[in-house]
């Protein structure tokens, strides 16, 4: 390996280690009470050594959630497989609260944590976000071309994500103990009864 390759290879280690550092501090202490400093602490480093890689914490809490939802569309391509749109809908949903209960702390700085995300009003174009949401909405179009779905695409899409958003976010917060959910199966049970509910009320029966 040459010089240049080896310093490229530790820059971006760098900016790994910087990255899941900032993540457990965002989570443990929030956005406004983590600083430059604060992560440059965590790992030994002066606060100097972090701007080299990122000018303020904006912009690392960007890198963050562009990481985050990169992993949650990775997660989503395999379903490009179903041919069927309405059980790709429906897959899709317990794929998404998986992927929550799998990655509670990227979920947490993705869609709970309040932050300002100036970085992010900053970006031309944030595509990776934008094609997490496609993906739900070119699904419900399809489910609405083919005939098992009636309305606005649009519409159902965040019908669809606010409910499995709402479970989520129950999920990984432990609020659903009173319903006696102990392991991963029980919420599943839970999750997908309930999200029966509403595709039987949305879905036209086919003849």
């Known amino acids: 390996m040459g010089i240049a390759e080896r310093k490229e290879r530790e820059k971006r280690e760098m900016r790994e280690l910087i990255i ?8 443990e202490r929030g956005y406004e009470k983590t600083s430059m400093r604060a ?9 100097a ?3 080299l890689y990122f000018k303020d914490k904006d912009e690392i809490f960007f890198a963050i959630q562009t990481k985050a939802f990169s992993h949650l569309f990775a997660t989503m391509q395999p379903l490009l497989q179903v041919q069927n749109p309405m059980e790709r809908l429906k897959t899709l949903g317990r794929v998404y609260v998986k992927f929550a209960m799998d990655h509670p702390k990227y979920y ?8 300002p995300m100036n970085a992010e009003k900053n970006q031309d174009k944030w595509e990776i976000g934008k094609q997490a949401h496609s993906f739900l909405e070119n699904t419900v179009q ?5 005939g098992y779905l009636e309305g606005d695409a649009e519409k159902i899409a965040f019908l669809m994500w606010s409910t499995v958003h709402g479970m989520a976010s129950l999920l990984i917060r432990n609020r659903l ?3 006696d959910c102990e392991v991963w ?6 999750m997908n009864a309930s999200m029966d509910v509403i595709y039987k009320a949305l879905e036209i029966k086919k003849e």
Request: proline content about 2%; glycine content about 4%.
């Open 108 to 115: 947490d700085v993705m869609f709970i944590m309040d932050s």
């Open 185 to 190: 199966g029980d919420y599943q049970d839970l």
């Open 142 to 146: 399809q489910c609405l071309d083919e």
């Open 177 to 179: 103990k009173m319903y």
């Open 49 to 51: 050594t972090i701007y």
């Open 39 to 47: 992560i440059a602490g965590a790992i030994d480093y002066s606060p």
């Open 20 to 27: 899941r550092t900032a993540i457990n501090l965002f989570v």
